[in-house]
């Protein structure tokens, strides 16, 4: 019961906060600016969401982020697959000297300038690659998908290898179909460091035609106004900024939201058998 009773009050800690922001964002001007507005709109109106429409920036930022966030994480699972995969074999002597180096990049980083510097000597600043290939292999992910390489039947993959199946072919057919749950776990962790993605986009790109959702909600929350967006002061008139910002806000979380539950099986157990340490 006291278990019960603390994840319930956790579980109202974190969805209040929710609930007030889409509350806002269908709230009226008048609503808004008097603080009248708790958990239910107050004054339905979609008039925040229809600025949004007609905010050309919004919707190249939106772009932008969804090409970074799917193409971004096929590169992360098939990077760290590959990795993961032959540090998970025994018969790959130099595992444990690999898994050391992998282990370095989690306890020192690199400095920003010398990864500008090197980012710039490879032409790679001012586009979206460079927001998807650096950071390709995160190694905690790694040493996850690892520990659930390792628990693989073994007598299947060298069943397979009697068979006369190659590293690719024993990869293609039976290693991926039976590493579901981790490759769904780790494709959500991924997927959500990518649509969160901010910090990379200030340091590496100043196009504005390559402008992320995130940072464009920050110009949005900080500013008070729709930046370089097609909305003019008559307009903003008839809205609170603070509605325009809460229905940003909804607009860059419901795409994470709706993905999780297709993906909530398997990442439950992704995350409990990539848990195991060998």
């Not at 109202?12 to 609503?31: K, R």
């Not at 772009?63 to 096929?74: A, C, E, H, Q």
């Not at 590959?82 to 002597?93: D, F, K």
């Not at 999780?260 to 992704?270: E, N, T």
């Amino acid at each position: 019961m006291f278990n019960n009773i603390m994840l319930f009050v956790i579980g109202l800690a974190m969805v209040l906060p929710i609930l007030h922001v889409i509350a806002q964002s269908f709230s009226n001007a008048v609503a808004i600016n008097s603080g009248d507005v708790g958990l239910w709109p107050i004054g339905f109106t979609l008039e925040n969401y229809h600025m949004i429409v007609k905010d050309p920036s919004i919707w190249l930022a939106f772009r932008n982020s969804v090409i970074v966030t799917v193409f971004g994480t096929l590169i992360n699972l098939a990077a760290t697959a590959s990795l993961a995969y032959p540090l998970s074999r025994p018969e790959y002597i130099y595992r444990k000297m690999a898994l050391v180096i992998v282990l370095i990049t989690m306890i020192f980083h690199a400095p920003l300038i010398p990864n500008y510097l090197l980012l710039k000597n490879l032409n790679m600043l001012n586009t979206l690659w460079v927001l998807m290939i650096p950071g390709a292999i995160s190694a905690y992910n790694l040493f996850v998908m690892r520990s659930f390489f390792v628990n693989l039947p073994t007598e299947l993959l060298e069943s397979a290898k009697m068979d006369g199946c190659g590293e690719f072919r024993m990869i293609w057919s039976i290693v991926l179909p039976l590493s579901k749950p981790v490759m769904a776990t780790m494709g959500i962790m991924y997927a959500v460091a990518n649509w969160n993605m901010y910090s990379q986009a200030i340091y590496y790109i100043d196009k504005r035609s390559l402008i992320l959702l995130q940072v464009r909600l920050r110009e949005i929350v900080i500013t008070d106004n729709m930046g370089a967006s097609d909305v003019t002061s008559e307009m903003m008139q008839f809205v609170s900024p603070e509605g325009l910002k809460m229905a940003v806000i909804v607009i860059a979380t419901i795409p994470i939201m709706l993905v999780y539950p297709f993906l909530q099986k398997h990442f439950i157990k992704g995350m409990m058998v990539g848990s195991i340490k060998s």
